[in-house]
């Protein structure tokens, strides 16, 4: 895939419940225009699994679904903000959840002489998450997403795009904490659909369709936010 250049750095956030397709659509952002993704879900999952303060903190709340507090989530994002990759611009996933977050990330950014460019609402019908979530799976090589229903690598057992015969699901992608984790979206992060909106930094896209589709709706956001 071509990548485009940015001429400055640029920041966007994607908003939608788990399951929208966030990881998916950033991963392609990532890949064509050369932009870095922040997922505080993957920075915590990492933290657990090296057992950080913040990750043992942190475990039994995602494992329930339930919201990390914001000073640690917090905290994990600014030290990622540091680290020099970052300089080209950002897509982040999962992050905000909360408004507390949302003024965090305006600071931590104005801190480093950067700004949100624009939140992109990924809108998704609710139902369709639980399924979605409960049958997925990632390649433990290079991260490729598939399902056991929607998304089967071509040869059983194989990843399409690195040939590795390893996969893994998370631990909290299971039907009974995919709602939890829905109706934490839902009181707590929803409400920044409109933060967003009254800043004019809003941009909607229906995600139920074609993967590509989707990609080329973000597509021409970010090259429309660049220009501007
Ligand atoms: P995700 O990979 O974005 O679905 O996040 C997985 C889990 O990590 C969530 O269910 C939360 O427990 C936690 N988490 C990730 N990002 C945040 C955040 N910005 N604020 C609070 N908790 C978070």
């Known amino acids: 895939m071509t990548t ?7 920041n966007l956030i994607l908003l939608g419940p788990p399951g929208a397709g966030k990881g998916t659509q950033a991963r392609m952002l990532e ?22 303060a913040a990750g043992t903190a942190a475990k039994a709340v995602m494992e329930k679904g339930d919201l990390v507090s914001d000073e640690i989530v917090i905290a994990i994002l600014s030290d990622r903000l540091d680290q020099p990759d970052v300089t080209k611009g950002t897509i982040l996933d999962g992050f905000p959840r909360t408004e507390a977050q949302a003024a965090a990330l305006d600071e931590l950014l104005a801190d ?6 624009a939140a992109i609402s990924l809108d998704v019908d ?30 059983v057992g194989v990843c399409d795009k690195c040939q590795s015969n390893e996969f893994k699901r998370r631990a909290d992608d299971n039907a009974d904490t995919v709602r939890t984790r829905l109706s934490a979206y839902h009181a707590q992060t929803a409400p920044l659909i409109s ?13 139920m369709g074609d993967i590509g589709d989707i990609a080329a709706s973000l597509g021409a956001i970010v090259t429309e936010v660049t220009a501007a």
Do not use: W
């Not at 998450?129 to 997403?145: H, K, Q």
């Open 4 to 10: 485009q250049t940015m001429t400055r750095p640029v």
């Open 195 to 207: 933060y967003y909106d009254n800043r004019g930094a809003l941009s909607r896209v229906h995600a």
């Open 31 to 52: 890949d064509t225009f050369g932009l870095v993704q922040l997922s505080t879900g993957d920075l915590l999952r990492d933290a657990v699994a090296k057992g950080t």
């Open 126 to 155: 609710d139902e369709a998450m639980v399924a979605r979530v409960s049958g997925r799976y990632t390649c433990s090589t290079c991260g490729e997403g598939y399902h056991d229903e929607f998304k089967q690598p071509a040869t």
């Open 112 to 117: 480093r002489g950067q700004k949100i460019d």
